[in-house]
């Protein structure tokens, strides 16, 4: 039992001194405040537990491979850094895992829209950055292939091969970080997000961005009622509403859909954004919409067209367990402070690694 009750200022002590009922709001305070302590570290610690931590790129997924003007493959080529000057008018980078039946067509639907789109008579270069997350099959291969059987010989096709799988947000993020583009695409290897949306995605954009910083989500939103959505089965549109209505539970509200794999960004973005990403997982787009809102770059939602495509590499039940899991975490690590948003380097000057040598 407290007997000494100098600790508190005269006149709460003089009340609780002479009255049982002060007494025992003192001992009541105290407990509660003892079991919030107690409630806030484990939650801490819990979610200190679950959160990610994202893993650092090896010395040899550092570098790309490319077609040179000779046709053949290239030695590996150190990689460029996102934190160095646009190269680039646009940068499109492609995660892919196990990719090697899917990407050539999503590859020639993208190289034939750019090819039309930005002409070398535009002025406007352009990239194709594909990151292969680990592949167990010959995702790099087709890839290198299709650039050769192509005559794309002028390195505008890089391909970056990760030699352990990171996960989708971790290919997203190797690619982003290494992009040279002022704008920067990325996009679902499986093709089913229609490449030529990105003349509408860029347009938008463009109305939005502030201080060189926009992002323009591509968006399903507006298919929900749609034949390529209602003909999917029962348990994925069901698992897709209780994802949205949870998303809403937690905050996510100003993007209608926050998992669609066709999302545009200004260099300056990627820049403020990319670096301090934590997540590698499936719901990776997530803390991308997290870190803008704190940051306050604008974001616009544009509706794209999308369908349907076979051979999925998500495991529905089980993955979707973990996106609410991550959801979580992610959410409470950015309240608790688990998490940082890199205000601080946000404006920090690239140094090369050969300059830094010279110091």
Request: overall charge negative.
């Amino acid at each position: 039992m407290i007997r000494d009750l100098s600790f508190l200022p005269p006149t709460i002590s003089n009340l609780v001194a002479e009255s049982s009922v002060g007494k025992l709001l003192l001992y009541t305070s105290l407990f509660s405040a003892v079991i919030s302590g107690l409630l806030l570290t484990i939650i801490y610690y819990s979610v200190l537990l679950v959160a990610h931590v994202p893993r650092q790129p090896l010395e040899s997924e550092e570098f790309y491979r490319t077609v040179t003007p000779d046709g053949a493959i290239s030695e590996p080529l150190p990689l460029s850094s996102l934190r160095e000057p646009a190269e680039t008018h646009l940068s499109v980078v492609i995660p892919a895992y196990n990719e090697s039946g899917r990407i050539e067509s999503m590859l020639s639907e993208t190289f034939s829209f750019l090819e039309t789109y930005l002409p070398e008579s535009s002025g406007k270069a352009w990239e194709v950055i594909v990151v292969d997350d680990g592949s167990a099959d010959d995702t790099s291969e087709v890839a290198l292939r299709f650039a050769q059987a192509r005559g794309e010989t002028s390195g505008r096709m890089r391909v970056c091969t990760l030699a352990k799988n990171r996960g989708k947000g971790g290919a997203v993020n190797h690619g982003m970080m290494h992009a040279r583009g002022r704008y920067i695409l990325f996009a679902d290897a499986d093709g089913a997000s229609q490449f030529s949306d990105l003349d509408n995605l860029l347009g938008q954009l463009q109305k939005v961005e502030r201080n060189g910083r926009g992002i323009a989500v591509g968006s399903r939103a507006h298919m929900l009622k749609t034949e390529a959505v209602v003909k999917r089965s029962y348990v994925r549109n069901f698992m897709m509403h209780g994802f949205h209505s949870f998303l809403y539970v937690f905050g996510i509200r100003s993007v209608r859909d926050t998992q669609c794999g066709f999302k545009l960004f200004t260099r300056k973005a990627a820049v403020q954004i990319f670096p301090n990403m934590h997540n590698e997982g499936w719901i990776f787009d997530v803390e991308i919409l997290i870190l803008a809102e704190r940051k306050r770059i604008p974001i616009v939602e544009v509706p794209i067209s999308w369908h349907e495509v076979p051979g999925s590499k998500m495991e529905l039940a089980k993955d979707s367990i973990q996106m609410a899991v991550d959801l979580v975490s992610i959410r409470m690590a950015y309240v608790l402070g688990i998490y940082h948003d890199g205000w601080h380097l946000d404006e920090v000057e690239y140094v090369s690694p050969a300059e830094k040598k010279k110091q």
